[in-house]
Every structure is written in C-alpha cells, then in structure tokens.
C-alpha cells in the first residue's frame, strides 16, 4: 500500500470544534504535576483494578509461527491456536514474519508523538462524535461525554481499506519525521498477518482457510491503528489506563514495550491476569465477531489496561474489523440440532449502531 501522491493535504488545523471534548486535560502534564489523581479519574470501587501491573500470568498461551507454510507444523499450530482461542480468547505469538526493527521504529514514532508540544498535538484531535468513527487524538476517553476518564493519552488512525486509507493518510501526522511512512510499511505487515491468523483460525473451526477473512469484508475489511501513551500515575490503584471491554471487530494485535499493564479477565476463575510484555511479540485478543462467527466456541476476551506510579507505558494496537455491509452471524457450517445458533445475523454496521449508543451488550454478558 503506497502513501496518496496528492501534494495537498488536508489541514486538520483548519477544521475547527470544541477541543476541549475530546482533550479535556493533558494526562501527560497531570502526570508530571499533580500529587494526587484529580478526581474526574477516580474510578468506582468495582472498577478499580486488582492485580499489579507487573504481577505476570504465565499461563497464557505464546504460539511460535516459525514453519507454519509446512503441513506438518501447520496443523500443530492450528490446533494451538484452536485451543487459546477456546480457552482464554487471547493469546501470544512470536515467529510471525513482522520485523523487528519496523515494530521498534514505528514504538518510537508513538513516543516522539506524545513528546510533541501539546499544541501540535490539538491539530489532530479527533471530532467530538467519538469512536468508532473519528480518528485523531484525544485523551481520557474516546466518548466526549464521559465523566470519568481513563489515565492515557492516544492516537487513532483509520488505516484500511485502501479508499478509507486514502482520505485518512492526509490527517495523519507530519511529526515526527517519517510518521507516516513507517505507519503504511506497519499496516502493510499487520494486514498480511491478520490473513494468515484469519486463516489459522478458520482451519481450527474445520472450515477452509479463507472462510473467516471473506465472511468479516476480504479486502474491503476496516484495520484501524491505535497509539496508547499511558504516563506513571501518581495513585495507580484508583484508576485505570483504560477501562474493561470487549472488542466490537474481528481480532486484535497489540505491540507493547518492556512495562507490563494489560491484563485479560478468566472467566473460570472470576480473576484479572496480567499479560506478560515478550520482546518482539504480538499479543492477539479475539473480539465479539469471533465470538459469534463460532457460536460462542470461541470467545471474545474482556481485557483492561492498568497503570503504574513509577513508568510510562505504550502499546500500539491494530484492529482488524468486518465491512460495514458484512452479514454477520454463527457460521452456518458450525451449527447442527446438537448446537444451534446461539446468536442472531445482523449486518455489522447495525451491530455499530448499538456500539455507538452505548447500550450494547457484547456476547457472554460482558458489557461493550
């Protein structure tokens, strides 16, 4: 995917709303200043996180690719993968052809960006009609009338497809130097990696390889780009970087650094584990579509970012989402009179729809 040649871009600057929506404060200058957690980010006592942010769960499945275009190790991957998906709804993989120095260079645009002079970064914030629509920069929350916000700055860029990649490449920042490109090479790789994943998952569900990737858009699937940026925080336990959820897509890759946060809920034991952060790893967490493609055999993870009072955390997370227009629903080949469909068809944007107004329900009872 090449960058648009068009020599005029769109000045994000000239596009005026209230940014105060959407950045209501700089997390960035609180962590710096403030001795206590203001109070528009105390979280409710349910809420609050559990487990420590560096009190890793070595449980959860890490999934070498290395040999998986050979038939032999194919199947044993396959079945890994099954397994993970079935079991915990996340899991890590290492070995998958993306390559290090180009997740390393693209961690460091991340960090240049939130370094940036604030005002810099307020000609990028996103339009006040919130997620899943607008992309941009923004702080909190990705929703301009929350009350209580989430202790992170980030970043969200509209990547795919290629039409949709073309309008969003001009609003992309210009700073730091090589921003952009190193974005489109990034995108590039991770789209090639969520077909094959697409692929692996598909065969572990006994269906062709192509099944999933066709079912969620083939190339007209959406893959958006998130820079998190998560400053130390001055009392970690009574808030979150980002607060529980599902994803509403298809899959979710997140690259993070040396600082662990992320954490994933097991439902069988009603506990939050945190994910281990493995050098040159993708962790890959299966969302709602997922979920209902299989009828509820798989599942789609409910997951959380804590914070710490002692470092910075960054993660850059890559969603990869149906087409609007996608008839989702359980995969007919999947269901018989011993496992009916659990879960209605819908088009995906309707599924939006309900995502947008804040009163959706995701699958398993976990709240969207």
Sequence with gaps: MAPPTASDDIAPEDVIFDTKRVVPVSVIKLASEATGLPP?????????????????????????????????????????IGRACAEWGIFQIVDHGVPEELMKNLMDKNLAFFKLPQEDKLKYATKPEGYPEAFGYATGS??????????????????????????????????????????????????????????????????????????????????????????HCPQPDLTLGHRSHTDFGTITLLQQIEVGGLQAYKKETDRWVTVEPISGAFVVNLADQLQILSNGKYRSVLHQAVVNSNQTRQSIVTFANPSSMSQMGPVPELLNEANPAKYPSYIFKDYLRLFRSNVLVVPDGSAG
């Design 142 to 231: 990705h929703r301009a009338d929350d009350d209580v916000l989430d202790w992170r700055e980030f970043m969200l860029h509209s990547c795919l497809p290629k039409n949709v990649h073309e309008t969003a490449y001009s609003f992309w920042p210009k700073k730091p130097e090589g921003y952009r490109d190193t974005l489109v090479e990034y995108s590039d790789k991770i789209d090639g990696l969520v077909t094959l994943l697409l692929g692996l998952i598909s065969e572990s569900l006994g269906l062709p390889t192509d099944y999933i990737k066709n079912a969620v858009g083939g190339e007209d699937t959406e893959q958006k780009i998130l820079f998190n940026y998560y400053p």
């Design 40 to 80: 528009q980010f105390v979280k409710s006592e349910r809420e609050r996180p559990t487990v420590a942010y560096d009190d890793y769960c070595r449980e959860i499945p890490v999934i070498s690719l290395k040999g998986v275009e050979t038939e032999s190790r194919r199947k044993g991957i396959v079945a890994e």
